[in-house]
């Protein structure tokens, strides 16, 4: 069955300290891979995405991932982390069927990051 | 500004009484979608739409209907509330479903008493 998994429920790091948040998914095939970020009260950010081409994903706020075909995983990373990037953090896949898309996101349960000044 | 918006951001109602949640975007996307998110869950997908009068079921559908009537609004419609419907909701659209960047509404936080 198609699954997502961030094994990780809480991740505590000390300002200007690296970042790694672990997403790995179960599937046959490459799907769309995406990291979106919640703060406490706002609606859903997307940080970067992954279709295809390169597998090392720049997105905003200084965050990258790579995605590992051979580890069906898509981690998140952040050389040094700030204050402000303290929130909840999702990775979403989408399993497309042959590159057709329909839409569907699946959710993993998400990662709170608190940051230690 | 392009957004995507929810009406009521908070709700309190009671169990059976029938509530509609709107969701409404002004960036002409085809597809939108409900999600519901659950401490420990994640979110999970409760509808979507591909087009005007284009619907179906997500991953928990039972207890919610919509509708698309018009391609910018999709109203999250629950008939008979119950407590196990309390939740966050969040809407979203993306321009196509090409694997598209969703765009997400604020949330609407409803409790089911």
Known sequence: AQSVTQPDIHITVSEGASLELRCNYSYGATPYLFWYVQSPGQGLQLLLKYFSGDTLVQGIKGFEAEFKRSQSSFNLRKPSVHWSDAAEYFCAVDFNVGGTSYGKLTFGQGTILTVHP | EAQVTQNPRYLITVTGKKLTVTCSQNMNHEYMSWYRQDPGLGLRQIYYSMNVEVTDKGD???????????????????????????????????????GETQYFGPGTRLLVL
């Open chain 2, 60 to 98: 928990v559908p039972e207890g919610y209907k919509v509708s698309r009537k018009e391609k910018r609004n999709f109203p999250l419609i629950l008939e008979s509330p119950s407590p196990n419907q309390t939740s966050l909701y969040f809407c979203a659209s993306s321009l196509s479903v090409r």
